[in-house]
């Protein structure tokens, strides 16, 4: 069974980088034909896809977030991360990592569209 596992900061100050990692275990970020995604839940609101990277290292980008939003890879330890620059309240959200069936990566956010989740982590950006 593949796992995923998000962790990172639960409390990040305005305006400071938030940085969360998926590690995955039960299955190599390298397979060929599936992406991963990070997506997030503000409080009472809907999911938002945030970007996602591919088995070859390809990323994508949600365009309300890609000029703050990063997200790369460590294949030794096959992790994946997110950083999210200048962060205010209104990125205060659970944070999601996720696997989708590729090999087109596709802005989804219904969950039956990954078959695996992580739990999520809370993050609160607050002064």
Known sequence: QVQLQESGPGLVKPSQTLSLTCTVSGGSILTNDYYWAWIRQPPGKGLEWMGAIANTGSTFYNPSLKSRTSISRDTSKNQFTLQLNSVTPED????????????????????????????GTQVTVSS
């Not at 959200?93 to 078959?115: L, M």
Request: hydrophobic letters at 30%.
């Open 92 to 119: 205060t959200a659970v944070y999601y990592c996720a696997r989708a069936k590729g090999p087109i990566v596709r802005v989804t956010t219904k969950r039956s569209d990954y078959d695996y989740w992580g739990q």
